[in-house]
Every structure is written in structure tokens, then in C-alpha cells.
């Protein structure tokens, strides 16, 4: 391969050329496996949700830009690149990261990554004589144990605390128990009437209120029509009818869909995937091997348990993790209102 250097010069390249040359062999050797063929730039640009000069920067090793870990594991799946090196794509991602955010305050302290004990096993002493950083280590992580304790006490009394059964709003997502099981969750999206376009997770909503049998155009605008239909859902569903879509609407609105599944929510889980940026999905209603497959990837990229079926736990997720907004899809044709006349 023109980009992929010599087995010994390897180890001595930078970490954002080292990653440039891999993602470009991914490139390069997409489709000669199975047979099929290889994406263009300009495709596979599309489906990655960055422009094409962008990409072809991040697949030029001789070029400073450094995909993003989003853009690296979207390549990864789409170009089925080998499993075994995903995990080496991202160490180098990491790398580079550690690599740009210089030494801390000071000029002395190790960058994020340097060995603990660069300098040996000399007592915490470096060959001059000078204190090592194991000198300055120890005192700094027995600092930084204590901290983590306090930190960790106060999380058990904020949550099992008198008066306090819920995490506060605002907590960071995706933190894990002992057990796996995850102790905070996002909120969910409130959607409500307005003349703006919600986008994906507006016509999410109406795909969802059609699989109940509530006829709205799925135009991502939160019209009356909408907000008549919502409140209908409500009603049905023993909800308080505001017409607003938030904590208690949207888990009674969501639809367990899987394999071999069709219509509405199939429509509604398709679009939210394919604007999670992992590097699109075919947005058809019909819920297709192809279909499970990116769900998989996206649940288990957000610690689900990867099942390929969307669950409560995954709608949420999906709705929750969407890009933001840039126009219709090139799947949909335009559907906005149409300005009234002036008289």
C-alpha cells in the first residue's frame, strides 16, 4: 500500500500519521474481502456526515487533521474493517489527544500517558540525583485517592439520602454500578408546539404517534395537528393531556421493534440511527439484518446490552444522542409548511 509504512519504521511515526495510515488501509482494502466494492470518498463522506475534503484529509497521513474517535469507529463499522483493530484505532486516538494537550502548568509534570517510572527503578531518584517522579507521585495519588473517596461518599449520601430518591438532572450519563447496571439516566427530550422544525426527533414523535394509530404528517413540525394528536395519546394512556412530550409521554410512545418488524416505529428508530453519526442508516421501514447490525453497534457504543431489538432504554438513548440539526435528509423530500400568501 502506498501509505502504510515499513513494519520497523512504524512504532517511530506520530500517533495522528500512524492513525492516518490505518483508517486509509481500511479505505483501500474495503470491498477486496467480500468481493464487493470499495466506497467512494464522496459516498462514504456522505454517510459519515462530514464533507468530503474533511475526510480526505483524515485518510492523508501527511496531513495534520486527526479524525475524531466518533469519525474513526463510523469508519470501522462501515468499511468492515478487521475487529482485532478498532481497539488499536482508538489507543492511537488517545494518543493523539495526550499528545496535543501539552505538559501540564509548570513544565515538569508528565504528559497524560508517560510511564509512571520513566526513569527506572532508582528509589524515585533519576540518574542524576535529581528527585524522580515517583518522589512526587506517591503523596499526589494518595492526594488523589482521598479525593475520589470524599467524591464517592458524597454521591451514596445525594442518592440514598433523606429526601433524595432520584439523581439530580444534569449528572453525567453512562456511569456504572458494581454490577453493571447504570445508576443515572438523561432526561428525555420535551417536545412541544412551535412554529421551528424539530428535525429527527420531531418526526420521530409522529412516526410514533402513527404506530398508535394517530394519522399526523411525520414532518418533524409540532403543529395543532400534532399537539391534538398528543393529547389524545394522553388521554388513552391515563397521562396528564398537556399536549407536551417529556418524562412520562415518551416511554408510554416508544415500540419494542426488532428483526423482521415494520411500519411506523421501524421508520421512526431508522432516521433517529442514522442521525446518530456512526455513519448512516438506510431509512427503508422495514427493520432488516442491516438494521440490527448499526443498532447493535450504536447500544453497545452507549453501554446497552447489544440485543439489536430497541427497548426503552435504547429509545431513550437514541433520542437523546442525535446531531444536530441540519436540514431534511436526503431520504425525505421537502415537507415543511408552505408560507401563507400575503392577501
Known sequence: MAYEPEARDRGQLPPGEQLSRLLRRWWEEAGSASGGTRPTQQALASKLGVDQTTLSRYLNP???????????????????????????????????????????????????????????????????????????????????????????????????????????????????????????????????????????????????????????????????????????????????????????????LVVPVGRGDDGHAVRALQELLHNTGQGGTEVSGQFTAATAKDLKYFQDLHRLRPTGKADVDTWLALLVHQRPPGGAPAYQEPTSPTPSTPA
Do not use: I
Not at 497524560?112 to 527503578?121: E, M, N, R
Open 62 to 252: 501527511k496531513h495534520t487533521s486527526t479524525a475524531p474517535l466518533r469519525v474513526v469507529e463510523a469508519l470501522h463499522a462501515h468499511l468492515r474493517a478487521p475487529a482485532a483493530e478498532l481497539e488499536r484505532a482508538r489507543e492511537l486516538c488517545r494518543a493523539v489527544l495526550r499528545e496535543t494537550s501539552g505538559p501540564a502548568p509548570g513544565g515538569d509534570s508528565p504528559r497524560p500517558g508517560d510511564s509512571p517510572d520513566a526513569t527506572g527503578d532508582t528509589g524515585g531518584r533519576d540518574t542524576s540525583g535529581r528527585p524522580g517522579r515517583m518522589a512526587w507521585a506517591r503523596p499526589v495519588l494518595v492526594a488523589a485517592v482521598m479525593v475520589v473517596a470524599f467524591a464517592a461518599g458524597a454521591v451514596v449520601r445525594d442518592q440514598f439520602g433523606p429526601g433524595r430518591g432520584a439523581v439530580e438532572d444534569g449528572a453525567a450519563a453512562g456511569a456504572l454500578a458494581a454490577s453493571g447496571a447504570p445508576l443515572e439516566r438523561e432526561p428525555w427530550p420535551l417536545l412541544k408546539k412551535r412554529e421551528q422544525d424539530w428535525y429527527t426527533v420531531g418526526r420521530a414523535l409522529e412516526h410514533l404517534l402513527n404506530a398508535h394509530g394517530h394519522e399526523v404528517r411525520p414532518d418533524g413540525f409540532f403543529t395543532q395537528e400534532t399537539e391534538d394528536a398528543v393529547m389524545e395519546f394522553q388521554r388513552a394512556h391515563r397521562l396528564s393531556s398537556d399536549g407536551k412530550v417529556g418524562e412520562d409521554t415518551w416511554p408510554e
